[in-house]
């Protein structure tokens, strides 16, 4: 059985661990538990293996880059681009919650909780 190493990340990966970090204060929370990052990432991940990314005591997979990309709404690569201008002392604004399509409520006209989608096509006598 193989040793992992959970010493804490630095360089590169301690970069994408602040840029997470500054989402997370963005929105206004400060707790360092993960709890937030489960509920929202729909448990992807448990509570304590975030807790440890928001700490910097382990380095961020791939796989987490994709799902935090995903939960804030960006693709993986404009995660890192944003993690690495923050790195860089740029402004990096605070990416918002992607809605999930189960947070939808439904109702008679689709435009109505999906804005951008299409209205339906009247026909003659509708």
């Known amino acids: ?19 997470l970090k500054h989402i997370i204060n963005g929105h ?6 993960g709890r937030w990052l489960t509920e929202i990432t729909h448990s992807a991940r448990a509570r304590d293996y975030w807790s440890k990314l928001i700490k910097n005591e382990r380095a961020m997979t791939t796989n987490d880059i994709d799902v935090l ?8 690569f404009e ?12 402004e990096v604004e605070v990416p918002n919650v992607a809605p999930h ?19 339906p096509k009247r026909t003659p006598g509708s």
């Not at 992992?4 to 590169?12: I, R, V």
């Open 1 to 19: 059985m193989g040793l992992k190493s959970h010493a804490q990340s630095e360089g590169f990966s301690a970069d994408l661990n602040a840029y």
């Open 28 to 33: 206004g929370r400060d707790d360092l538990s």
């Open 69 to 76: 990309a995903g939960t804030f709404g960006m693709s993986p």
């Open 79 to 90: 995660f890192v681009r944003q993690a690495r201008e923050l790195a860089d002392g740029k």
């Open 101 to 119: 399509p189960e947070d939808y409520e439904s109702s008679e006209d689709p435009g109505e909780e999906l804005p951008n989608a299409a209205a």
